[in-house]
C-alpha cells in the first residue's frame, strides 16, 4: 500500500463526511479484510474477544458521534473522521509492516494486529474535546470507558494491559520517548515498544500530510477555541506547525520508512521556514 493510496483514502472518508458517511464499521471491516480477514474465519478464542470487542466500540463510538452531531457536540478534531483516519493510516503501516518483514500479504491477521486495531479504534473513546491538564488524562478517561466492552468480550487482561499502555501513550507528551526507545533494536510488532510507535504514527499521519494535515490542523483550533483560545489560535501559526512536523510527528518504522513519509515532512518544513 503506497503513500498515493493512502492519501486517496483520506480524501474519500473526507469526500463523504458527516453527510454521506458510511459508518465505522465499514471503515473497519475493509481495513480488516486489506489485513487478510475473511468475514465468518475461525479465530483463536483471544482474537476473537478483540474481533468482538472491536464491534462493540466502534457501534458504540456511532452511536454516540450521531447524537453529538445532532446535538453539534461532536469535537470538531476528536470525531468518527479521526477515529477512521487513524484506522485507515494503522492498515496502511501494518500492510507495508509486513513487507518490511518478509510476512505473507494474504496472511490473517496477526495476534498483535488485533491488539493494534482494537486500541487504534479506541485510542480516543469518547473524547471529551478538551486538552490535557496532565499526562494521558483524556487517555485514561478513553481507558475507563473502554474497561467495560473488553471485560463483556473476555479480553484477556495481558491483552487489555497492552491496550491501556498502547492508548496512555498516544499522548503526544510520551512520543519522542518512545521513538528513542526503538533506535537500534530489530522492529517487530511482536515487541511493545515497537507496536507503542506504531500506534502513535497512527495516530499523527494523516496530521502530517501536507493538505490533509492543514485542515486537521483547523479543525483541532475549532476544537480548542472554546477551551483555550489562545492556544487555539497559535496552532495556526507557521512556527507551530514546524514544531509539530520537527518534534511531534516522527516517523521510526519501517513501514513508514516504505511509504516515504518523512521525505514529504522534510519538504513542508523547508518550504513553511523559506516562507
Same mark, same amino acid.
Given at each position: 500500500?503506497?503513500?498515493?493510496?493512502?492519501?486517496?483514502?483520506?480524501?474519500?472518508?473526507?469526500?463523504?463526511?458527516?453527510?454521506?458517511?458510511?459508518?465505522?464499521?465499514?471503515?473497519?471491516?475493509?481495513?480488516?479484510?486489506?489485513?487478510?480477514?475473511?468475514?465468518?474465519?475461525?479465530?483463536?478464542?483471544?482474537?476473537?474477544?478483540?474481533?468482538?470487542?472491536?464491534?462493540?466500540?466502534?457501534?458504540?463510538?456511532?452511536?454516540?458521534?450521531?447524537?453529538?452531531?445532532?446535538?453539534?457536540?461532536?469535537?470538531?478534531?476528536?470525531?468518527?473522521?479521526?477515529?477512521?483516519?487513524? =484506522? %485507515?493510516? !494503522?492498515?496502511?503501516?501494518?500492510?507495508?509492516?509486513?513487507?518490511?518483514?518478509? /510476512?505473507? @500479504?494474504?496472511?490473517?491477521? #496477526?495476534?498483535?494486529?488485533?491488539?493494534?486495531?482494537?486500541?487504534?479504534?479506541?485510542?480516543?473513546?469518547?473524547?471529551?474535546?478538551?486538552?490535557?491538564?496532565?499526562?494521558?488524562?483524556?487517555?485514561?478517561?478513553?481507558?475507563?470507558?473502554?474497561?467495560?466492552?473488553?471485560?463483556?468480550?473476555?479480553?484477556?487482561?495481558?491483552?487489555?494491559?497492552?491496550?491501556?499502555?498502547?492508548?496512555?501513550?498516544?499522548?503526544?507528551?510520551?512520543?519522542?520517548?518512545?521513538?528513542?526507545?526503538?533506535?537500534?533494536?530489530?522492529?517487530?510488532?511482536?515487541?511493545?515498544?515497537?507496536?507503542?510507535?506504531?500506534?502513535?504514527?497512527?495516530?499523527?499521519?494523516?496530521?502530517?500530510?501536507?493538505?490533509?494535515?492543514?485542515?486537521? =490542523? %483547523?479543525? !483541532?483550533?475549532?476544537?480548542?477555541?472554546?477551551?483555550?483560545?489562545?492556544?487555539? /489560535?497559535? @496552532?495556526?501559526?507557521?512556527? #507551530?506547525?514546524?514544531?509539530?512536523?520537527?518534534?511531534?510527528?516522527?516517523?521510526?518504522?519501517?513501514?513508514?520508512?516504505?511509504?516515504?513519509?518523512?521525505?514529504?515532512?522534510?519538504?513542508?518544513?523547508?518550504?513553511?521556514?523559506?516562507?
Amino acid at each position: 500500500m503506497n503513500l498515493s493510496y493512502l492519501e486517496a483514502t483520506l480524501t474519500n472518508l473526507r469526500a463523504k463526511w458527516p453527510d454521506q458517511w458510511p459508518g465505522m464499521g465499514v471503515v473497519v471491516n475493509q481495513a480488516l479484510q486489506q489485513l487478510g480477514y475473511v468475514e465468518g474465519m475461525a479465530l483463536s478464542t483471544q482474537d476473537q474477544a478483540l474481533r468482538n470487542c472491536i464491534d462493540s466500540v466502534i457501534e458504540m463510538i456511532e452511536a454516540d458521534g450521531k447524537a453529538k452531531h445532532a446535538a453539534q457536540q461532536e469535537p470538531s478534531y476528536h470525531n468518527r473522521l479521526h477515529f477512521s483516519d487513524a =484506522t %485507515v493510516c !494503522l492498515t496502511a503501516l501494518l500492510v507495508n509492516q509486513r513487507i518490511a518483514s518478509r /510476512q505473507a @500479504l494474504d496472511a490473517p491477521p #496477526s495476534h498483535s494486529e488485533w491488539v493494534a486495531m482494537l486500541a487504534i479504534v479506541s485510542h480516543d473513546f469518547l473524547h471529551t474535546g478538551k486538552i490535557n491538564q496532565f499526562p494521558s488524562e483524556i487517555e485514561l478517561y478513553s481507558i475507563d470507558a473502554l474497561r467495560p466492552h473488553m471485560a463483556q468480550h473476555g479480553v484477556a487482561p495481558e491483552d487489555q494491559q497492552l491496550i491501556r499502555e498502547l492508548i496512555l501513550k498516544t499522548d503526544p507528551s510520551f512520543v519522542p520517548a518512545c521513538h528513542e526507545a526503538v533506535q537500534g533494536i530489530e522492529f517487530n510488532i511482536n515487541n511493545p515498544k515497537c507496536l507503542t510507535v506504531l500506534i502513535q504514527e497512527s495516530d499523527i499521519l494523516a496530521s502530517s500530510l501536507p493538505g490533509i494535515g492543514n485542515q486537521l =490542523t %483547523v479543525q !483541532l483550533s475549532d476544537e480548542w477555541a472554546d477551551v483555550s483560545p489562545e492556544r487555539s /489560535q497559535s @496552532l495556526l501559526g507557521t512556527k #507551530s506547525r514546524i514544531f509539530f512536523l520537527r518534534h511531534m510527528a516522527l516517523f521510526s518504522s519501517p513501514s513508514s520508512r516504505l511509504l516515504g513519509i518523512q521525505p514529504i515532512i522534510d519538504r513542508e518544513i523547508q518550504r513553511l521556514e523559506l516562507g
